[in-house]
């Protein structure tokens, strides 16, 4: 059973960065694509920032964290990161990973919590 474990996540003012981190228990990460989604409370979930398998040459990014967000991968490590800057309280959410699939595939972890406000 995979298993998806999100961190990083806390409280930061309009601005500010986080790091969130992703540990997937998988053998061979490299030959999975794989995503970063949120949901908002209210919201569905949606797609933040995906990126591709291998060594990540190719990346993707929702229009709203473009510029302000970057998604990279440690495959020795089993982990995929996504780098936060800028952040706004809009980006507030509950930030998970999962592979790189259309629709994700239903292995959800925790999520981690990501809040922004002054």
């Known amino acids: 059973q995979v298993q998806l474990v999100e961190s990083g996540g806390g409280l930061v003012q309009p601005g500010g960065s986080l790091r969130l981190s992703c540990a997937i228990s998988?053998?061979?990460?490299?030959?999975?694509?794989m995503a970063w989604y949120r949901q908002a409370p209210g919201k569905q979930r949606e797609l933040v920032a995906g990126?591709?398998?291998?060594?990540?040459?190719?990346?993707d990014y929702a229009d709203s964290v473009k510029g302000r967000f970057t998604i990279s991968r440690d495959n020795a490590k089993n982990t995929v990161y996504l780098q936060m800057n800028s952040l706004k309280p809009e980006d507030a959410a509950v930030y998970y990973c999962?592979?790189?699939?259309?629709?994700?595939?239903?292995?959800w972890g925790q999520g981690t919590q990501v809040t922004v406000s002054s």
């Open positions: 998988v053998r061979f990460l490299s030959i999975y694509a």
């Open positions: 990126i591709s398998s291998g060594s990540g040459t190719s990346t």
């Open positions: 999962n592979f790189y699939t259309n629709p994700p595939r239903d292995v």
